[in-house]
T-cell receptor, first 116, second 113 residues
């Protein structure tokens, strides 16, 4: 089965706090892609990162960092020194490359509130 | 990066009418496009996979006669919601595949009165 679990429904932090959004996935494919998207109130999905299943290197982009661990099937996302503009819904997604035909499966999303 | 557009961005219609939503890949050709639906405060759920020149593949529980998908060219897929009802009110998002990448449109918010 292909599945993405984001156990945190909502998270509320105060500005400048660090926050980690959890993502656990299931797939039988050996080749797959993992994504994080941001969805602000406008609704448009904003692409944040794509990670190939063969690349377990962690990545940092400004205040954003991602921790990919195949051993635990997790792809967690950390925002350092959060800002009010980070308030949005964040989706983790899985795209199995073979059996899934590149369809993207989304987690339920985590709604992040950053208070000033 | 590759751009996918959707038209209209917002539509309000009366119950019983049909609504067509267009999804275009602006600077690349997409052999495969996907249609998603997102209800308020919920995740995106895949409705169907649209392949150019062939019939769409619908996910379980999605009525193919209600949600007509046409992928007439490598840059255009359309979703027609036939005989729309208030429960069809949702945010519809398309995506277009280019190689191993997928690019999402900005979405269409449908409100059925």
């Amino acid at each position: 089965a292909q599945k993405v679990t984001q156990a945190q429904t909502e998270i509320s932090v105060v500005e400048k706090e660090d926050v980690t959004l959890d993502c656990v996935y299931e797939t039988r494919d050996t080749t797959y892609y993992l994504f994080w998207y941001k969805q602000p109130p406008s609704g448009e999905l904003v692409f944040l990162i794509r990670r190939n299943s063969f690349d377990e290197q962690n990545e940092i982009s400004g205040r954003y960092s991602w921790n990919f661990q195949k051993s635990t099937s997790s792809f967690n996302f950390t925002i350092t020194a959060s800002q009010v503009v980070d308030s949005a819904v964040y989706f983790c997604a899985l795209s199995p490359s073979y059996t899934g035909g590149f369809k993207t499966i989304f987690g339920a999303g985590t709604r992040l509130f950053v208070k000033a | 990066g590759a751009v996918v557009s959707q038209h209209p961005s917002r539509v309000i219609c009366k119950s019983g009418t049909s609504v067509k939503i267009e999804c275009r890949s602006l600077d690349f050709q997409a052999t495969t496009m996907f249609w998603y639906r997102q209800f308020p405060k919920q995740s995106l759920m895949l409705m169907a996979t649209s392949n150019e020149g062939s019939k769409a593949t619908y996910e379980q529980g999605v009525e193919k006669d209600k949600f007509l998908i046409n992928h007439a060219s490598l840059t255009l897929s359309t979703l027609t919601v036939t005989s729309a009802h208030p429960e069809d009110s949702s945010f519809y998002i398309c995506s277009a595949r280019s190689g191993n990448e997928q690019f999402f449109g900005p979405g269409t918010r449908l409100t059925v009165l």
